[in-house]
């Protein structure tokens, strides 16, 4: 496996403590919604440590253009049908919990309910049961019993439709007007001047000096991440790495995909459009025993005001994900759904658009995620106060990012000259083989920041692929990064780890806390936004933990290969030597480390292993500084 082989000094143990004070000493972090009774018996979700509440709202509007993408069909139908598009939008908040119950109840005096907690299985609950039963080639009851008592009224630590926030963090200043291009303070500026960058520069006629309506407190306007999940995946399934990056200050949209790649997510109709027919997608690998009588079947339910989508899987290729798989990864399948994906992408982006510019009341109306439509909560999308939402998003220099299938469809969109409000990207553990090569006219030439899992660090052609992708946007000369979580696996970076950490642990062998691995995962890329945003859109670092990830990551440091499996587990877990022993050591003598570790509240988070802050992230790739300093240089971040 190829390494950099130009080392860096590594972290020092002055500036590993310091890393260790800064997150024990964490950013004043707002207080977590209630918990419910449930909660006490049911698996729960991490709250959220940064200094903003969260917010969560849904939105399923029909499409622009409904369309079918490639001439892929299951019982006769297209199976990858755009008819609309469905996101979840994370956001801070301002829901003051600490308020009393009337003041709360005050915020949503459109439809006079309380703000209430965010089901973190999609509604409806059964069905989406059954979809991961499906997904996962195992009998439906067992699977929809145990997620019942387990995490079936699990609830994200969000509340629905919040007011967006207006207020700056405790510990970051407010808006320095001269900071701030004229342009997006309405001003219109008199005078165009060249630095010696040759980048052009607003100026004032009066000095420079803002005028005393500028200097007016504003309220913050924040900076946005799309976000696009993996196989088997869903709006609400990253919620930790979503809502994380909200309360930090983040808009985070989280598209579901109705390409086929998700376990089960449910269309709603709109209207009586003749293009909407129900979808009978079937989940053999080959054609179905009987499909003309499954078509008639499907056809008799066709009436119904939605139609499911679940999980397709490959004709004749069924497990084109498995790195033993003698075909590989089905190639016309797949950048189709890629194809769809950037849709949606480009739709959810357009419905952001509208409510950016005052017209929220429109997605309202055409919103069908409400009372009486299937998956939708009763309260929709009522008592949000769109006014509040109008010119409070910025909507240039968006973020991609994306777990897995989700992180081969950002390299793509990166690359696409359609989507130019992108200008960087996020991949978590992405998928290598499946993403399409480049092309002349479509190159990745923007920064990205790759956050793998171990597993799939001993999977040699994912890595090799990723790290083509990686030498893809170096050679354009963008930053990049490209590292790895030790002791994780695939499913580290999704909710999954954090509601059932024992069977990660047992059955996948991840040893490093589920939590602790959001927790990498969410501050390198906050460390990452921090260099590649602009100065406007970065406003908030200052609430950020300091843990410098990558910036003292060390590409010479040696990679241990002791949790390497044996090639049938290659992908799919680690091994743990001794692992009895281990785990015999970790429940009956607990550690007592100060190098531990902590979360926001100072708990410590022991995994079965524990290397210590500053060691547990493996860096294959990072920028030079030069490199950095010429980017920020030529997008006038920086003097160079």
């Known amino acids: 496996m190829p390494m950099p082989s130009k080392p860096v000094s590594r972290t020092s143990r002055a500036s590993r403590s ?6 024990e000493s964490h950013a004043s972090r707002a207080p977590p919604p ?43 139908s297209y199976a990858l049908k755009l008819d609309t598009v469905l996101f979840a939008v994370y956001y801070p908040a301002d829901f003051n919990s600490d308020l009393p119950r009337s003041e709360r109840r005050s915020l949503h005096r459109r439809s006079r309910k309380p703000l209430s907690r965010v089901p973190w299985l999609p509604r ?40 967006i926030s207006s207020r700056w963090p405790p510990n970051v200043e407010e ?14 500026p008199e005078v165009k001047q060249e630095n010696g960058n040759g980048l052009s520069q607003d100026t004032l006629v009066d000095g420079g000096q803002a005028s005393e309506a500028d200097k007016q407190d504003g309220k913050p306007k924040f900076p946005v991440i799309m976000f696009s999940h993996g196989l088997g995946g869903s709006r609400t399934l990253y919620s930790s790495v979503c809502g994380e990056l909200a ?52 056809n008799s339910g066709q009436d119904k005001p939605y139609y499911k989508v679940d999980y397709i899987f490959p004709k004749d290729n069924a497990q084109d994900t498995s790195p033993h798989n003698s075909r590989g990864v089905d190639t016309e399948l797949r950048e189709a759904q890629i194809e769809m994906r950037i849709a949606e992408i480009e739709e959810a982006f357009h419905i952001l658009q509208l409510i950016n510019d005052g017209k929220g009341e429109e997605v309202r109306a055409k919103n069908l995620r409400k009372k009486g439509n299937v998956g939708a909560s009763s309260l929709g999308l009522d008592g949000i106060d769109w006014d509040e939402w109008k010119k409070r998003l910025y909507l240039e220099n968006v ?7 989700g992180g081969a469809t950002s390299v793509q969109a990166l690359r696409s000259e359609k989507l130019d409000w992108l200008s960087q990207g996020i991949l978590l553990d992405p998928w290598g083989p499946a993403t399409p090569e ?24 994912n890595f090799e692929r990723v790290e083509q992708i990686c030498h893809e946007a170096r050679d354009e000369g963008a930053p990049c990064w490209m590292t790895t979580i030790r002791g994780s696996t695939h499913l580290s970076q999704t909710d999954f780890a954090v509601l059932y950490p024992k069977w990660m642990s047992v059955l996948m062998k991840t040893i490093v806390n589920p939590k602790r691995a959001i927790y990498l995962t969410v501050h390198s890329a906050l460390e990452f936004l921090k260099i590649t945003l602009p ?38 877990r680690l091994r743990i030597p001794h692992e009895f022993r281990q785990r015999f050591k970790r429940t009956v003598k607990p550690r007592k480390d100060s190098t531990l570790p902590r979360d926001a509240s100072g708990k410590p988070l022991k995994g079965l292993l524990n290397w210590g802050v500053g060691q547990e992230i493996w860096c294959h790739q990072r920028p030079a500084q030069t490199v950095l300093d010429r980017y920020m240089g030529e997008n006038g971040w920086s003097p160079q």
């Open 535 to 572: 100065p406007q859109q970065s406003r908030f670092q200052k609430s950020w933990a300091d843990d410098q990830l990558l910036s003292k990551a060390d590409p010479g440091i040696e990679i241990e290969l002791d949790n390497r499996p044996n090639d049938k587990w290659v992908a799919a």
């Open 175 to 188: 808006v320095e007007p001269e900071n701030i291009p004229l342009a997006e303070r309405g001003i219109e």
């Open 124 to 163: 409806p609950r059964a069905e989406t049961c059954k979809g991961y039963a499906r997904f996962f080639n195992v009998p439906y009851v067992p699977i929809t019993a145990y997620m019942a008592v387990t995490s079936m009224f699990t609830k994200l630590p969000a509340l629905r439709n919040g007011k």
């Open 18 to 23: 310091k890393s260790r004070t800064s997150l």
């Open 399 to 405: 973020t991609m990012m994306g777990h897995s299938f």
């Open 34 to 76: 209630a918990r419910s009774f449930r909660e006490h018996f049911f698996h729960s979700l991490a709250p959220y440590s940064g200094p903003y509440h969260v917010g969560f709202l849904e939105v399923e509007v029909p499409v622009s253009e409904p369309r079918h993408f490639s001439r892929i069909k299951r019982n006769g």
């Open 247 to 298: 309360s930090f200050g983040f808009v985070v949209v989280a598209v579901e995909h109705r390409d086929g790649s998700g376990a089960r997510t449910f269309v709603n109709k709109a209207g009586s459009d003749p293009d909407l027919e129900s979808q009978g997608l079937d989940r053999s690998p080959g054609p179905p025993k009987d499909e003309e009588k499954q078509h008639d079947k499907q």
């Open 438 to 461: 480049s092309t002349e006219r479509e190159r990745l030439r923007k920064p990205i920041l790759s956050i793998g899992s171990e597993a799939f660090m001993h999977w040699t052609e």
